[in-house]
């Protein structure tokens, strides 16, 4: 039991170096061949998935550890990143660690603040840490089963996530540079978990005022070349800060 | 200093009946003479007006705990209650208890949990505890000076709510049963902190369809008497599960 060994050793350096009670998890999603995918992890001794998180240290912000554990499992800095809800059940991590002593640090009560993340699916490196066996990509429409309340927690996320549709503008972080009507729309589409009409789509879309049309048009394939868009940045993040036209 | 002496008292018992580093802050929202109000807690000890807050016991959920801190300071459980940030600033707390030695349990660093409450004007019976000196009720166009990061929790409870008026109905818990058109469009126009123009509010609260018209009007009054509406709570129900008409 390499693993156990390993937790037990760490439990006393965790004890000293993060404050007690606090884990974050992160719910780290991408856009990635018209689906809405999020990163999983399994961590060894674990048989059911989990979502990549860790610890505060002692005197750092909570922000920043978010910060700091999302560039430890993705390998970079530059992902869209935002706290939605703090997960504070009793028993929401009972059964998780029932082999190991009482006293390790794993094995403490935490109360878990969740951050979700949009990032650009090709620019994140997953990195295996020596907690985990596997780090992997997985489409929400076919999600594996979670360990502890990380399905509850995936949940509030999207949830959040499909609330926000309706207050600040998104796909910076998850389209190319370029898209056209059709990508948004399916990434709405994955976001909502439905189909929406298409020429509703345009009207609202377009209503938010955050697109520019580009002169350019994309080449190759059988059909008539299709429009290209890219986000007016300068709109796009006064509506992240303001609301979007049509808010109250 | 009666006061310091209750505090370190408590401390040791604080530490045994809490889980370390977790707080909870309370926005309380309330809507009285067409103005949105806010509670407020002036601590004994202490220049600066606070939120109403407290701690999570060692065996109770952080939801619950939330509930039983805002029964204590305003006698009623029945409230709309929800969570809204957590907020981990390293040095969210510092210069409060200065006085103080170091282990004393107020002096350790707490990361708050912000739940924000909608509360009916009238029912509410405000509650003076062994650590306040005042409760009040204050307009927030007019909010006196906070101690430690309490008005960076107030502002997101305050932005949080805007936000919300797109994704969920809002008033059931803060206008009278019965109430006019110029009623809801003065608690909008509260939350909001701007005039809306009459017209586009009638429009847009009606599409959201969680308003029933009834056959009565409001007495007495030198002009027409006002149509009275309520709330369909069925459909209110169902828009704060499902979203608003209108949303994505």
Chains 1, 2 share one sequence.
């Not at 499909?162 to 948004?184: D, S, V, W």
Request: proline content about 3%; hydrophobic content about 35%; charged content about 30%.
């Amino acid at each position: 039991m390499e693993f156990k060994k390993l937790l037990e050793q760490q439990s006393e350096e965790a004890f000293k170096k993060y404050i007690p009670t606090l884990s974050i998890d992160c719910v780290i999603f991408s856009f990635h061949e018209n689906s809405l995918q999020v990163l999983t992890v399994k961590m060894k001794d674990q048989d059911a998935w989990g979502l990549p998180g860790g610890y505060v240290k002692k005197e750092e912000n909570v922000d920043d550890a978010a910060v700091r554990i999302l560039k430890d499992r993705t390998g970079t800095e530059n992902i869209y990143l935002q706290q939605f809800y703090t997960f504070g059940n009793l028993k929401r991590s009972e059964s998780a660690f029932e082999a190991y002593d009482d006293g390790i640090w794993n094995k403490q009560r935490f109360v878990s603040i969740g951050y979700y993340a949009l990032a650009e699916h090709s620019q994140v490196k997953l990195v295996i840490d020596e907690y985990s066996s596997v780090v992997e990509w997985k489409s929400i429409a076919d999600l594996p089963a979670f360990m502890m309340d990380h399905s509850t927690i995936f949940d509030k996320a999207l949830l959040t996530l499909r609330e926000q549709l309706n207050n600040h503008p998104i796909g910076y972080n998850l389209l190319p540079a370029k898209f056209t009507m059709p990508e948004i729309q399916k990434l709405y589409e994955a976001i909502l978990g439905k189909k929406l009409n298409r020429g509703n789509f345009y009207r609202k879309i377009l209503r938010y005022d955050i697109l520019t049309k580009l002169e350019e048009s994309r080449k190759g394939g059988a059909h008539k070349a299709p429009d290209l868009y890219r986000f007016d940045l300068e709109k796009y993040n006064s509506a992240l800060k303001e609301g979007l036209k049509g808010s109250w």
